[in-house]
């Protein structure tokens, strides 16, 4: 199809499908004269992608490039799919990690290389906690960790090993996607939460 | 204290101190003179609460502010806390809440308001889901909605009732403050369960 029927086809406006072509987001399509290409179902599948994740999972252009570099790359092992993931989401927090993080990591028994940039955020986290005095939940930070390693641990499992491109793709896209799902959930709780201990009638 | 020591004490810069004063994030000392203003011990504390908003919570000056606004007006009834957090939040995701949002909602038995910001963005992070056929765990959405919930009771367990200020600020901050911890937190958790899925020796 040429480039007006992808704009339909997928609803990006033409100029934006120009633009990902330019920066290199989005593949070429097959050139059949100077100045016309042909386009196929990739690209609409790959619009979705990166509408995806500049739109709701909120990346940065830049940011959005380097996910879908990882997701294209095939890793050289299956480990390094989420090191790569969690490298271009890097918080740039400027926090270094710190003793406290590393402490905590370790009494969960996680193992966690040294340089691992989720480990600055938990670092900043923390600091952050601390320095705001805010009271946390019985069991503390322990408590959100044990749940959310349970999840983890089921998430690896959707990880498919067919293929080094399928396992990258959702390695990556589960990080990145996963993360609104969340905190958008987590929002919808604490309100019905809020609801049922202080609502009329309570 | 005078303004350098205040920054000596709380580890801010004089520039970025006179900044905060500026904008109104940071409540103005008592004036000794024309020129000069002494500060004390609630600056310092609330410039700890500013550098964690605009820090590892990583929001912009516009939201802190609109969070410091929340944390410092009494709520008219306790419901209200965290609807201002939320709405002082809110994504500008451009999704209007749809029928799948809402339909998730009402099946978790979770009463929710319409116009609540979250359920647009709830909206968005299962829609960006959808588009990108990412492959959910078992039991899906509504497993990840079951395990969050269960924590935001505690959450709000932790909420005090003594006095409207303390009320606000704990649920406020705990929205603000805790998000960036478990996303730090998830990305550890993740990096751990792929070493032992796929790491050496297994």
């Given amino acids: ?50 509408r995806a994740l500049v739109g709701p999972a909120r990346l940065s252009l830049a940011t959005a490039k380097a996910v879908l570099d990882a997701v294209d790359r095939p ?25 406290a993080a590393r402490e905590l990591v370790d009494q969960l028994g996680w193992q966690i290389e040294s340089g691992t940039p989720a480990l600055a955020d938990l670092a900043a986290a923390l600091q952050a906690i601390d320095e705001a005095q805010l009271q946390l939940i019985d069991g503390g930070v322990r408590r959100y960790a044990e749940l959310i ?31 609104p799902l969340l905190t958008a959930l987590r929002r919808l709780a604490l309100q019905d939460a809020a609801g049922r201990r202080f609502g009329p009638g309570r």
Avoid at 19 to 38: K, M, P, V
Avoid at 150 to 163: C, G, H, M, N, R
Avoid at 168 to 174: E, I, N, P, W
Wanted: no cysteine.
């Fill in 1 to 50: 199809m040429r480039i007006s029927e992808l704009s339909r086809a997928s609803g990006v406006p033409t100029a934006t499908i120009k633009f990902y072509l330019r920066e290199g987001l989005l593949h070429s399509g097959q050139l059949t004269s100077a100045t016309q290409a042909q386009y196929d179902q990739s690209h609409i599948t790959r619009l979705r992608l990166i």
């Fill in 75 to 99: 890793p050289e092992s299956p480990l390094e799919l989420l090191g790569r993931a969690s490298v271009a989401l890097a918080g740039r927090s400027g926090v270094p990690e710190d003793a």
């Fill in 149 to 179: 390693h349970q999840v983890a641990v089921d998430e690896l499992s959707t990880v498919p090993t067919d293929t080094p491109e399928s396992a990258v793709r959702q390695a990556v896209l589960g990080t990145v996607l996963i993360e």
